[in-house]
């Protein structure tokens, strides 16, 4: 059974870090291409940052380029996206999800397994 579970999000203030983590059973993750993907309350979904499998490529969107650093630990089959320099506008609920893809329309989606989501709430 597929389970992704994450953690690890908190209250902060700007400028601060966190560290999030996906912990991820019944298959692993160096398989799938992986992805972080946030929700700000009243705003639609928006990908963050995704990992492939073959080589570990990762992509990010420019409004966290250059702060936030996705990876992968195969041994603890764990997913993890490093938050720095964090600014009031990367407050929302993360989610971690398998089996991301790229659309030709130039967006990410994954229409697999999903986490439960972790709270960042960051304060100015």
């Known amino acids: 059974q597929v389970q992704l579970v994450e953690s690890g999000g908190g209250s902060v203030q700007a400028g601060g870090s966190l560290r999030l983590s996906c912990l991820a059973s019944?298959?692993?993750?160096?398989?799938?291409?992986m992805a972080w993907f946030r929700q700000a309350p009243g705003k639609g979904l928006e990908w963050v940052s995704t990992i492939n499998s073959a080589g570990g490529s990762t992509y990010y969107a420019d409004s966290v380029k250059g702060r936030f650093t996705i990876s992968r630990d195969n041994a603890k089959n764990t997913l993890y996206l490093q938050l720095n320099s964090l600014k009031t506008e990367d407050a929302a609920m993360y989610y971690c999800?398998?089996?991301?893809?790229?659309?030709?329309?130039?967006?990410?989606?994954?229409?697999?397994?999903w986490g439960q989501g972790t709270q960042v709430t960051v304060s100015s």
């Open positions: 019944g298959y692993t993750v160096a398989s799938s291409c």
């Open positions: 999800a398998k089996d991301a893809s790229y659309r030709d329309s130039g967006s990410w989606v994954a229409f697999g397994y």
